[in-house]
């Protein structure tokens, strides 16, 4: 059996038969482990802004929803306060993982450092659904008087303030690519965890406005906790979907429509060659790494499959095995 693999970046292993190792975002790139999303920077400036903005209002909300005695305007408020502190961690994370994105102890960087902060951030969420839920149903029980015109115009300033903040984080990096391929699992986890939970605030502040609307026109104090439990089952939806995506990419799961393995086994199969084992991960935002073993029955060099790989543009890091095919 003539199994053959090298390496190209300049590091011996002991092993008995060399093997081909590639990465960076070029495949001819040096041995670096930088896979932090092409905005990385960009997300993490704005991340931090709009955690000062957002904590500015939440002060607000809360002292003029006990003020005011509007439940949902208090809801909102707290809500924005657990949001503050979920963006906190998003920040952080951009930081930790731009500080030591070149530290080698992390083996294959620190791309995947969003995930885990958007994981989390997803379960602040669903935390933060279940309380507005459990408050908006103790409100049914014990209704309190509401000063509907204060209480509406800091829900007005709540909602321009969220849609700032959501305008912001939203992520605009949906251009097309000259690869033609669509790579699901190239999103900022961590960035979208952050836009989430400030949309999430934006739903609550529009549904407190129609609440104190219809609750001041009609004398419909009922409706206020009725709109708060019907926003806590939309965020926890919202965090569900979070939860289950970023989640899935930090346990190394390659979703339905992503069409890298195919991509992969067309560019090896054109050749004459068999993939006979491929595994694919997300790296970080836009970047993947694999290890793909190929046997044939006149096989090339690892260089040579490598070369091709190339052309994918989110396959950063690639290791390739060749074998012989049995006689």
């Known amino acids: ?84 502190a979920a963006l906190l961690i998003a920040a952080l994370a951009y930081l930790y993982a731009r500080k030591h994105a070149g530290n080698r102890r992390f083996s294959f960087g620190t791309g995947k450092l969003g995930d885990l902060a958007g994981f989390a951030s997803a379960v602040v969420l669903a935390l933060i659904a279940l309380l507005i839920g459990w408050e908006s149903f103790l409100r049914f029980q014990s209704p309190v008087a509401i000063n509907f015109k204060e209480a509406i115009l800091v829900a007005v300033v709540g909602l321009i303030v969220n849609l700032v903040c959501a305008w912001l984080l939203k992520d605009d990096h949906h251009h097309g690519h000259d690869h033609g391929h669509a790579h699901a699992a190239g999103k900022d986890q961590n960035l979208r965890a952050a836009y989430v939970h400030v949309l999430a605030d934006a739903l609550t502040s529009v549904l407190a406005i ?86 044939a029955d006149h096989p090339q060099t690892p260089s040579y499959y490598r070369s091709k790989l190339a052309a994918i543009h989110d396959l950063s890091h690639v290791t390739v095995e060749v074998e012989a095919r049995a006689a």
């Open 210 to 295: 129609g609440a104190l609307v219809f609750g001041s026109l009609y004398g419909w104090l009922w409706l206020d906790p009725a709109i708060g439990i019907v926003g806590a089952i939309v965020i926890a939806r919202w965090s569900w979907g979070l939860i289950r995506d970023a989640g899935g990419v930090l346990l190394d799961y390659i979703p339905q429509g992503d069409d890298l393995p195919e991509e992969i086994q067309e560019i090896i199969v054109k050749d004459g060659a068999e993939i006979v084992d491929l595994h694919i991960w997300q790296l970080g935002p836009g970047h993947h790494g694999a290890i793909v073993s190929i046997v």
């Open 1 to 84: 059996m003539n199994l053959s693999h090298d390496h190209d970046h300049g590091h011996a292993h002991n092993h008995t038969h060399p093997h081909d190792h590639n990465h960076g975002r070029s495949l001819d790139a040096a041995h670096e482990h930088f896979f932090l999303g092409d905005d990385h920077e960009r997300n993490e400036r704005r991340t931090w802004l709009v955690i000062a903005i957002t904590a500015t209002m939440m002060v607000v909300e809360i002292v003029a929803g006990n003020m005011f005695g509007s439940m949902v305007l208090t809801a909102d408020g707290w809500h924005m306060s657990t949001h503050s």
